[in-house]
Protein backbone atom coordinates (compact mmCIF):
# COMPACT_ATOMS: atom_id res chain seq x y z
CA UNK A 1 0.00 0.00 0.00
CA UNK A 2 1.07 3.39 -1.56
CA UNK A 3 1.75 5.99 1.82
CA UNK A 4 0.94 9.31 1.53
CA UNK A 5 3.54 10.79 3.76
CA UNK A 6 1.82 14.40 3.96
CA UNK A 7 -1.02 12.65 5.61
CA UNK A 8 0.53 9.81 7.52
CA UNK A 9 0.29 10.38 11.81
CA UNK A 10 2.37 12.59 12.91
CA UNK A 11 4.14 12.80 16.82
CA UNK A 12 5.97 16.30 17.71
CA UNK A 13 7.57 17.17 21.10
CA UNK A 14 7.62 14.41 23.81
CA UNK A 15 5.59 12.87 26.02
CA UNK A 16 8.63 12.34 28.77
CA UNK A 17 7.63 14.30 31.95
CA UNK A 18 9.26 17.21 32.49
CA UNK A 19 12.59 18.19 32.78
CA UNK A 20 13.64 15.22 30.57
CA UNK A 21 11.17 16.29 27.55
CA UNK A 22 12.94 19.75 27.38
CA UNK A 23 15.49 18.74 24.85
CA UNK A 24 13.50 16.64 22.44
CA UNK A 25 10.25 19.19 22.46
CA UNK A 26 11.45 19.95 18.35
CA UNK A 27 10.96 16.66 16.91
CA UNK A 28 8.70 15.51 14.90
CA UNK A 29 8.19 11.56 13.91
CA UNK A 30 6.00 10.67 10.85
CA UNK A 31 4.44 7.25 11.69
CA UNK A 32 5.07 5.59 8.22
CA UNK A 33 4.67 2.01 9.82
CA UNK A 34 1.19 3.25 11.57
CA UNK A 35 0.07 4.96 8.09
CA UNK A 36 0.42 0.78 6.37
CA UNK A 37 -1.55 -0.50 9.57
CA UNK A 38 1.91 -2.56 10.18
CA UNK A 39 2.12 -3.80 13.89
CA UNK A 40 5.03 -6.01 14.15
CA UNK A 41 7.01 -2.86 13.96
CA UNK A 42 7.66 0.66 13.14
CA UNK A 43 9.51 2.84 10.39
CA UNK A 44 9.15 6.31 11.27
CA UNK A 45 11.02 9.45 9.42
CA UNK A 46 12.36 11.33 12.41
CA UNK A 47 13.02 15.46 11.76
CA UNK A 48 15.48 16.95 14.29
CA UNK A 49 15.78 21.02 14.18
CA UNK A 50 19.12 21.88 14.87
CA UNK A 51 19.98 21.12 18.93
CA UNK A 52 17.55 18.64 19.40
CA UNK A 53 17.55 14.87 20.83
CA UNK A 54 16.21 11.79 19.05
CA UNK A 55 15.35 11.21 23.20
CA UNK A 56 17.01 10.80 26.09
CA UNK A 57 19.70 8.10 26.11
CA UNK A 58 17.76 4.75 26.24
CA UNK A 59 18.04 0.77 25.71
CA UNK A 60 15.58 -1.39 25.54
CA UNK A 61 15.04 -4.85 26.92
CA UNK A 62 12.56 -6.36 24.10
CA UNK A 63 13.16 -3.91 21.00
CA UNK A 64 15.65 -3.91 18.37
CA UNK A 65 16.12 -0.21 16.67
CA UNK A 66 17.93 0.54 13.20
CA UNK A 67 18.76 4.31 12.38
CA UNK A 68 19.35 5.40 9.15
CA UNK A 69 20.24 9.28 8.08
CA UNK A 70 18.81 10.27 5.45
CA UNK A 71 19.58 14.36 5.58
CA UNK A 72 21.95 16.44 7.89
CA UNK A 73 23.97 14.78 10.40
CA UNK A 74 22.97 13.52 13.97
CA UNK A 75 25.63 12.97 16.96
CA UNK A 76 25.23 9.05 18.57
CA UNK A 77 25.66 9.10 22.06
CA UNK A 78 26.39 5.72 23.35
CA UNK A 79 28.50 4.58 26.83
CA UNK A 80 31.43 4.56 24.56
CA UNK A 81 30.96 7.96 23.68
CA UNK A 82 30.58 9.82 20.55
CA UNK A 83 29.96 9.08 16.66
CA UNK A 84 29.36 11.48 14.10
CA UNK A 85 26.77 9.68 11.60
CA UNK A 86 26.12 11.80 8.09
CA UNK A 87 23.82 11.44 5.18
CA UNK A 88 24.06 7.78 3.95
CA UNK A 89 25.27 5.99 7.75
CA UNK A 90 23.26 3.72 10.10
CA UNK A 91 23.37 2.68 12.92
CA UNK A 92 21.40 -0.51 15.23
CA UNK A 93 21.17 -1.63 18.63
CA UNK A 94 19.83 -4.93 19.47
CA UNK A 95 17.59 -5.15 22.24
CA UNK A 96 18.43 -6.42 26.03
CA UNK A 97 21.90 -4.84 25.15
CA UNK A 98 22.24 -2.16 28.46
CA UNK A 99 24.08 0.29 26.05
CA UNK A 100 22.09 3.43 26.55
CA UNK A 101 22.01 5.43 22.99
CA UNK A 102 20.21 8.37 21.42
CA UNK A 103 20.98 10.66 18.54
CA UNK A 104 21.78 14.73 18.79
CA UNK A 105 21.59 17.23 15.95
CA UNK A 106 24.04 19.25 16.98
CA UNK A 107 24.09 21.17 12.99
CA UNK A 108 22.82 24.16 11.46
CA UNK A 109 20.58 22.58 9.68
CA UNK A 110 17.50 20.23 10.10
CA UNK A 111 18.42 15.94 10.33
CA UNK A 112 15.78 13.88 9.05
CA UNK A 113 16.79 10.07 9.97
CA UNK A 114 14.47 6.81 9.21
CA UNK A 115 14.00 4.73 12.31
CA UNK A 116 12.89 1.08 12.13
CA UNK A 117 12.10 -0.81 15.49
CA UNK A 118 10.46 -3.91 16.94
CA UNK A 119 7.14 -3.37 18.50
CA UNK A 120 6.35 -5.27 21.84
CA UNK A 121 4.11 -4.31 23.96
CA UNK A 122 6.10 -6.17 26.74
CA UNK A 123 9.15 -3.67 26.34
CA UNK A 124 10.28 -2.37 28.65
CA UNK A 125 12.91 0.59 28.34
CA UNK A 126 15.95 2.20 30.94
CA UNK A 127 17.15 5.83 30.60
CA UNK A 128 20.53 5.19 32.04
CA UNK A 129 21.20 8.76 32.77
CA UNK A 130 18.16 9.98 34.60
CA UNK A 131 15.71 8.50 37.18
CA UNK A 132 13.12 7.36 34.71
CA UNK A 133 12.58 3.52 32.98
CA UNK A 134 9.17 2.83 31.17
CA UNK A 135 7.57 -0.17 32.75
CA UNK A 136 3.96 -1.28 31.67
CA UNK A 137 4.05 1.53 29.03
CA UNK A 138 3.98 3.81 32.11
CA UNK A 139 6.79 6.61 33.15
CA UNK A 140 8.30 5.61 36.21
CA UNK A 141 10.85 6.46 38.69
CA UNK A 142 13.74 4.06 39.37
CA UNK A 143 11.67 2.78 42.87
CA UNK A 144 8.81 2.16 40.70
CA UNK A 145 6.91 5.24 41.40
CA UNK A 146 4.60 6.47 38.42
CA UNK A 147 5.66 10.11 37.40
CA UNK A 148 2.36 11.93 36.90
CA UNK A 149 0.60 11.88 33.40
CA UNK A 150 1.20 14.67 30.79
Known sequence: MKIDIETAPTR???AYPAPFDAPCQQRRRVRLGAAAGLQQFGVNLLHLQPGTWSSQRHWHTR???????LA???VL????GETLLRAGECAGF???????HHLQNRGAVEAVVLEVGSDDPE???DYPDIDMRIAGGVFVRRDGTPYPPK
Open 72 to 74: GEV
Open 77 to 80: VTDE
Open 63 to 69: EDEFVYV
Open 94 to 100: RHGVANG
Open 123 to 125: DEV
Open 12 to 14: SGS
